[in-house]
Each structure stands twice: as C-alpha cells, then as structure tokens.
C-alpha cells in the first residue's frame, strides 16, 4: 500500500507504508500500538477512499540505545549524571543505525518521538523535528535530537510518572520515527503544519466518539484553536462544524523554533499552506466531517475503548498514535448536596472517569505557595489539590508532573471555563496516572478553612466522570 502526500508542501510523494525494527529487542509500546492497530485502522475505512492511513515508521528499540547509556554512566538515581549523555559520542554501528530512517524517508521532514514504555500520549518525553536534507547534514540534529530523548528519561517528571504507575525505573525509550505532516519549506525556519485531532472511539455506552480538533502541532490540545466534536455533532451538526472551523483559523498558531514551541501571531504562512493543502483535496470541514464518519465506522467493528492522534496529510488523517484507555465502570455515589464542597456540570470541566477517596488537602492561593508545592507533595499522598484562580491564568501557570505526582485529585478553582491547555501539558500524565481534574469553584466555607501553602486534613469522596460531564468532591462522614 502506498500513502501520498505533499513534501515540504509543495510536490506530491509516494512512498510504501513499511515498518522497520532497528537493534535488538522490540520497539517500544508507541511502535507496538502502531503496529497492532493498523489492520484496525485501514479496516474503518470506506470501500471508495482513504479516510485515515497508518504510516511508515522506523524504530530503535530500546537495546538499540543500551551502551550509549552505559557509557554515559547516567543513572536515574542521580539527575545530575545526565548531563553525561550530552557529551556521548555515538559508536560507529550506533551512527549506522541512525542512517537508516534518515536514508529511508528521504526527502521527507520527519518527528522523532520517544518510544517509551507507555502507548499513550502522556507528554512527558522529548519529541524532535527534523527538515529534509542531505544525510550527513541531518545527523547531527538526529543524533541530538536521540540525546533529547534519552535525556528526558532521566528527567523529574519521567522518574515521578514511572514511580506512581509502577513502571521500570531503568528501561529507557526507544526512539520512533515517522513522516511529519508539516510544511518544512518557511524561510524563517518555521514549521508549520495542517490539521491534528485527537479521539476516543467508543468513549462512553452509545457514544461512539469524543473528537478534538485544532490547527497546528498539537492543535487539538490547545484551547484557543480546537474544538471538541462528538457523536450528536456528527449526527445533525456538520453545518456547525464548518462554522466554527473559521474560527479555528483565525485562532493564534504556533510553530517550532530550534526545537521549542512558542507563540506564532503571523498567519499567513498557516493560511498560504492551507489554501494550498485543501486546494486540490477536501476542504476543512469536509476533512473533519470525514473522519468524524470514520470513527462511527470504527466503533461499529471494534467494541474496544482506544485513543488516537492523528494528521491531515493533504487528502488523508495519518495516524500518529494509538493505546487501549480503559475507562472504569463506576457509579455515581449517593451523597446528600449539603456534603458537596463543589459540583461541576459540562464536559469542559472535568476530565477523568474517577471514584477516589482522599484524606488530604493541598491549598495553593498564591505564588509564595506554589514554590512549596513540590515539597508539600513528597510529604503527601492521596491527597486534594487546590489551585487558586488568584495564581493568574491557566496558560501561563505551567506544573510540573513531579510537583503533583501524589495527587488524587485537582481542582482549578475559579477557573471557568475548564482549560484544555491543562490537557495539553497535564492530561495525557494525569489521564493515565489517574488523577481526576475539575474546574469550579470550591465552597466558600470550605476554601476558608485549609491552609495556604501546607496540608489540611479533610476525608473527601471524589466522583469525575467526563464522559457523562459531570463530577463532584464531598466531605465524608
């Protein structure tokens, strides 16, 4: 099978759709979901077109990167030994291996991703962007961007994520690589891309999707330049979507610049790559609408619960990620409302399907407090954390894992509307760690009974339930 799609945005390429596995070993799990998913994938798809592709990829497994972490002497029970993975030198078979995705995409602009122990996008390891070019020009951007990702490994956040879920401390990510669906021609060094979603196909009962989409990378985790879609919208609102798909692309992109996101306010390269895109193929709200049909496909042929990232590559999605997110089968529990400290109604605010006990509180109102965050967390377990709305917006409070890895819950208190920005940087982490996320506001008398900056004492009941959009936190008798 061959998958077709525009390089640098510009002239149209044909490549096979390959897998190839390099060192010892298996891939990681983001390989092995691929893999597994993508008879599934192609199986959704309409007898007359390609909705959605699975993609070629090319993995270094795990094995692959042993001795350069051995030689490193980096160790994950000292942060500080890192740092010797920046000054590694690549032996040369290690630097063959990293020729092969280089010499096998070509002229193509490529990601590479860590392929790490977990399938699901969780967000916590590094993800490099390579242009197209002359092999040995891209090599050392290959290897630094490998450097990046083994690095990551090592870093605060991995170690907290790893040791709340149990994972193997010393396994490290392999690396995977796959085509960008990007314009990798900008003048300015920018790379700017297309359409990306993110769905959950049979996300709750007879609800068959739940569908973020946006505009740029990472678009549809972004709350100024995504919007959420599901089953009902595509049952009797494609008019809708196209409406608000204008609205989309007059939102703020965003672009890479030496490896880092920041904000992009000057459209017109998005616009101009756009136009060209969808020029010769569908339009926006077609390209949306199709694969909104698509997931109503897949969910009639798999009864499983999965999440999918994917990109619009010209004429079709191709399909970045794949894992099995097992929802629990709980019961909204019987407590009278005068025991409710907070009760949220609305998808935008609450994500997590969650029935949590916890017996502490964590109260953060000021910038004083959020610098004992961390430490409060590593004296605290199970406990309820309360971020005050006087800390300042959403977008410009970025947490760390590690500050919250403890938490059983967290409240974002007079933040309204429910932020998906939280999703982009928290809820891939805490979607799999477990930890429930509101936004409301708390009980005045509540509130006014925990200590800024330190640890109340409180035995609560916390009910999240995003798929029926609702959820509260009660005091427990």
Same mark, same amino acid.
């Not at 007898?47 to 001795?67: A, K, M």
């Not at 030689?71 to 030994?81: C, I, Q, T, V």
């Not at 962007?129 to 050392?140: D, Q």
């Not at 961007?145 to 690095?151: G, V």
């Given at each position: 099978?061959?998958?077709s799609?525009?390089?640098?945005?510009?002239?149209?390429?044909?490549?096979?759709?390959?897998?190839?596995?390099?060192?010892?070993?298996?891939p990681?799990?983001?390989?092995? *979901?691929?893999?597994?998913?993508?008879?599934?994938?192609?199986?959704?798809?309409?007898?007359?077109?390609?909705?959605?592709n699975?993609?070629?990829?090319c993995?270094?497994?795990?094995?692959?990167? /042993?001795?350069i972490?051995?030689r490193?002497?980096?160790? $994950?029970?000292?942060?500080?030994?890192?740092?010797?993975?920046?000054?590694?030198a690549?032996?040369?078979?290690?630097? #063959?291996?990293?020729?092969?995705?280089?010499?096998?995409?070509?002229?193509?602009c490529?990601?590479?991703?860590?392929?790490?122990?977990?399938?699901?996008?969780?967000?916590?390891? @590094?993800?490099?962007?390579?242009?197209?070019?002359?092999? @040995?020009?891209?090599?050392?951007?290959?290897?630094?961007?490998?450097?990046?990702?083994?690095?990551?490994?090592?870093?605060?956040?991995?170690?907290?994520?790893?040791?709340?879920?149990?994972?193997?401390?010393?396994?490290?990510?392999?690396?995977?690589?796959?085509?960008?669906?990007?314009?990798?021609?900008?003048?300015?060094g920018?790379?700017?891309?297309?359409? $990306?979603?993110?769905?959950?196909?049979?996300f709750?009962?007879?609800?068959?999707?739940?569908?973020?989409?946006?505009?740029?990378?990472?678009?549809?985790?972004?709350?100024?330049? /995504?919007?959420?879609?599901?089953?009902?919208s595509?049952?009797?609102?494609?008019?809708?979507?196209?409406?608000?798909?204008?609205?989309?692309?007059?939102?703020?992109a965003?672009?890479? /610049?030496?490896?880092?996101?920041?904000?992009?306010?000057?459209?017109?390269?998005?616009?101009?790559?756009?136009?060209?895109s969808?020029?010769?193929?569908?339009?926006?709200?077609? *390209?949306?609408?199709?694969?909104?049909?698509?997931?109503?496909?897949?969910?009639?042929?798999?009864?499983e619960?999965?999440?999918?990232?994917?990109?619009?590559?010209?004429?079709?999605?191709?399909?970045?990620?794949?894992?099995?997110?097992?929802?629990?089968?709980?019961?909204?529990?019987?407590?009278?409302?005068?025991?409710?400290?907070?009760?949220?109604?609305?998808? #935008?605010?609450?994500?997590?399907?969650?029935?949590?006990?916890a017996?502490?509180?964590?109260?953060i109102?000021?910038?004083?407090?959020l610098?004992l965050?961390?430490?409060l967390n590593?004296?605290?377990?199970?406990?309820?954390?309360?971020?005050?709305?006087?800390?300042?917006?959403?977008? #410009?409070?970025?947490? @760390?894992?590690?500050?919250?890895?403890?938490?059983a819950?967290?409240?974002f208190?007079?933040f309204?509307?429910?932020?998906?920005?939280?999703?982009? @940087?928290?809820?891939? *982490?805490?979607?799999?760690?477990?930890?429930?996320?509101?936004?409301?506001?708390?009980?005045?008398?509540?509130?006014?009974?925990?200590?800024?900056?330190?640890?109340?004492?409180?035995?609560?009941?916390?009910? *999240?339930?995003?798929a029926?959009?609702?959820g509260f936190?009660?005091?427990?008798?």
């Amino acid at each position: 099978m061959k998958f077709s799609f525009k390089s640098n945005g510009r002239d149209t390429v044909h490549i096979n759709i390959w897998r190839q596995t390099i060192g010892q070993g298996e891939p990681g799990a983001k390989s092995l *979901a691929l893999r597994k998913y993508a008879p599934l994938a192609e199986a959704a798809n309409p007898d007359s077109r390609q909705i959605v592709n699975s993609l070629p990829t090319c993995s270094l497994t795990p094995e692959f990167f /042993s001795g350069i972490i051995k030689r490193s002497g980096a160790s $994950h029970d000292n942060l500080e030994s890192r740092r010797a993975l920046g000054n590694i030198a690549f032996t040369k078979e290690e630097i #063959e291996g990293i020729i092969i995705p280089l010499t096998r995409f070509g002229d193509l602009c490529t990601a590479w991703r860590s392929d790490e122990v977990t399938a699901n996008g969780v967000g916590l390891w @590094h993800t490099g962007f390579l242009k197209s070019g002359a092999i @040995h020009a891209l090599l050392p951007a290959a290897q630094a961007a490998i450097i990046e990702i083994l690095t990551s490994d090592f870093s605060q956040d991995a170690i907290a994520f790893k040791k709340r879920l149990g994972l193997p401390m010393e396994t490290v990510p392999g690396v995977l690589v796959m085509p960008l669906a990007a314009d990798c021609s900008n003048p300015n060094g920018a790379f700017t891309t297309r359409l $990306h979603a993110n769905g959950i196909v049979n996300f709750w009962e007879n609800e068959t999707m739940r569908l973020d989409v946006g505009a740029g990378i990472g678009g549809a985790n972004n709350k100024y330049d /995504s919007f959420r879609l599901t089953s009902l919208s595509y049952r009797g609102y494609q008019k809708e979507v196209a409406q608000r798909l204008d609205g989309l692309l007059t939102a703020d992109a965003n672009y890479l /610049s030496d490896g880092k996101l920041v904000p992009y306010s000057q459209l017109d390269l998005t616009y101009s790559w756009l136009d060209r895109s969808f020029k010769d193929n569908p339009t926006p709200p077609d *390209a949306i609408l199709n694969l909104m049909g698509y997931f109503s496909r897949l969910a009639s042929i798999t009864k499983e619960r999965l999440y999918w990232e994917l990109a619009f590559f010209d004429n079709a999605w191709g399909l970045l990620q794949a894992a099995e997110t097992n929802a629990k089968n709980i019961s909204k529990p019987d407590i009278p409302d005068s025991q409710k400290v907070l009760q949220v109604k609305g998808f #935008e605010n609450v994500s997590g399907i969650q029935l949590i006990e916890a017996d502490k509180v964590i109260y953060i109102k000021d910038a004083d407090a959020l610098g004992l965050l961390s430490e409060l967390n590593n004296e605290a377990t199970n406990y309820l954390l309360i971020l005050s709305a006087e800390l300042g917006s959403i977008e #410009e409070m970025y947490l @760390h894992f590690w500050q919250y890895s403890n938490a059983a819950a967290i409240v974002f208190d007079g933040f309204y509307p429910y932020s998906t920005t939280i999703g982009s @940087h928290m809820n891939g *982490a805490t979607r799999e760690a477990g930890i429930a996320l509101f936004s409301g506001n708390m009980g005045g008398s509540f509130r006014d009974s925990l200590k800024n900056g330190g640890i109340s004492d409180k035995k609560l009941v916390i009910y *999240a339930h995003e798929a029926l959009g609702e959820g509260f936190i009660a005091t427990k008798d």
